[in-house]
């Protein structure tokens, strides 16, 4: 009786031991980088989110979707440009993350979409973002607003990319 309470013991401690690794921001096999989203104009209903997102694994994952309590809803999208026109997409069935590969979320490229914002995303601001990945469960992180200028990421590509919530496209996305 003695012994088998003593292995009791050790199995509690073990199991005590271990439990912290659940609650830790980042999954086991994936991180992820350098998030930031664009601050937006007042009474914008939509705003970005881009990021890198490294699969430390052997094993393909998918971001399937996030969530955030500062809008309605989030999508993640693709941008492309045919034929000189920027089209938007949701991308369907979630964004494939390569065994031990990287993707990284850009303006006029893959971008978390944050649809019907409840207040404008401000410089040096932070908003809380849960994405959910396949296989490496929730993750959540903390995403910096920042000031968007033209010199930060240059070219039309990102002007657009920057306006896409405007006039273009995403009210049609539903
Ligand atoms: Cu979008």
Do not use: C, W
């Not at 401690?13 to 601050?39: C, D, F, H, K, N």
């Not at 490229?109 to 914002?117: D, R």
């Amino acid at each position: 009786m003695r012994y088998l309470s003593k292995s009791f013991i050790v199995l509690a401690v073990l199991i005590a031991a271990a439990s912290p690794a659940s609650t830790q921001q980042t999954g086991p096999s994936i991180a992820v980088e350098r998030p930031y989203a664009r601050a937006t104009p007042a009474g914008a209903q939509t705003g970005a989110v881009d990021m890198n997102v490294d699969n430390k694994s052997h094993a393909a994952d998918r971001l399937v979707g996030a969530s955030s309590d500062v809008a309605d809803k989030l999508q993640i999208h693709e941008t492309t440009v045919v034929n000189g026109v920027m089209q938007i997409r949701e991308v369907a069935g979630g964004l494939a993350i390569p065994a031990d590969g990287s993707v990284k979320l850009k303006p006029g490229s893959y971008h978390v979409m944050l649809i019907g914002l409840k207040k404008p995303l401000k410089a040096g601001e932070t908003l809380p973002l849960t994405l959910m990945f396949e296989k490496a469960g929730n993750i959540s992180v903390t995403v910096p607003v920042q000031a968007m200028t033209k010199s930060d990421n240059g070219g039309d590509m990102s002007n657009m990319h920057d306006n896409h919530g405007g006039a273009m496209g995403h009210m049609e996305m539903k």
